[in-house]
């Protein structure tokens, strides 16, 4: 099974731009669709974008033209690069495999998340 660390999460102002990654090992993210998702405090886990064994992208309405999720099989990492981030974005964000093509809702495998703080 695939093991997922992700990394890139800080304090960021308003406005600014981060990129998260999530690195893979165990097992290659190429038989895996991968998504992002974010847990705020006493709110539940809400999917953020995901990317397809075949490279299509969905994201949440919340996020639309604002984050992107990519894929770099070589590297067995994706990323979510964040651009005109919002207060309201401020969670711990979790990166995630699913054993089935995408898109799915369904994940399989779990990071154990990196914290995303936005200041005003």
């Known amino acids: 099974q695939v093991q997922l660390v992700e990394s890139g999460g800080e304090l960021v102002q308003a406005g600014g731009s981060l990129r998260l990654s999530c690195s893979a090992s165990?097992?290659?993210?190429?038989?895996?669709?991968m998504g992002w998702f974010r847990q705020a405090p006493e709110k539940e886990r809400a999917f953020v974008a995901g990317?397809?064994?075949?490279?299509?992208?969905d994201y949440a309405d919340s996020v639309k033209g604002r984050f992107t999720i990519s894929r770099d099989n070589a590297k067995n990492t994706v990323y979510l690069q964040m651009n005109s981030l919002q207060i309201g974005d401020t969670a711990t964000y979790y990166c995630?495999?699913?054993?089935?093509?995408?898109?799915?809702?369904?994940?399989?495998?779990w990071g154990q998340g990196t914290q995303v703080t936005v200041s005003s």
């Open positions: 165990g097992r290659t993210i190429g038989y895996y669709a």
């Open positions: 995630a495999a699913s054993l089935l093509p995408g898109p799915t809702t369904s994940y399989h495998y």
């Open positions: 990317v397809t064994l075949s490279g299509y992208t």
